[in-house]
């Protein structure tokens, strides 16, 4: 799923070679590249948010209680609607959001170096 999330701007430049027949700009890949980094974040926030937080809340019960996943989500639900399955999603979506961002940058930054010094010592 994160991999397919980043994919799809990369995309974005695909078209844009494809039509002007020449190579983007440094700040122009860059720019997809984080895109990339904070939707994938996003959408594994948004993804992995209410799973962690009935898994938290299956932890916390008596250790007596034998509670099951849905008697969970329904206890979620009647407390708080839907904002308390979705509890701590702002911090979660900073930082996923940051980290993916980090983590693309980074990776295609020494992708990029590692190619360069390929073709210059093949050159």
Request: with cysteine.
């Amino acid at each position: 799923m994160y991999n397919c999330v980043l994919h799809s701007p990369l995309r974005f430049l695909e078209d844009d070679v494809k039509s002007e027949e020449a190579t983007p700009s440094l700040a122009k890949i860059v720019l997809v590249q984080a895109g990339g980094g904070l939707i994938a974040g996003a959408t594994a926030s948004c993804i992995t948010t209410p799973l962690d937080t009935i898994k938290t809340r299956l932890q916390v019960t008596g250790h007596g209680k034998k509670i099951s996943v849905k008697q969970v989500v329904k206890d979620l639900i009647r407390e708080d609607g839907w904002k308390g399955v979705y509890r701590g999603f702002c911090p979660r979506l900073i930082s996923t959001s940051a980290w993916g961002t980090s983590m693309v940058l980074a990776y295609e930054y020494l992708k990029r170096l590692c190619v360069k010094k390929d073709e210059e010592a093949a050159g």
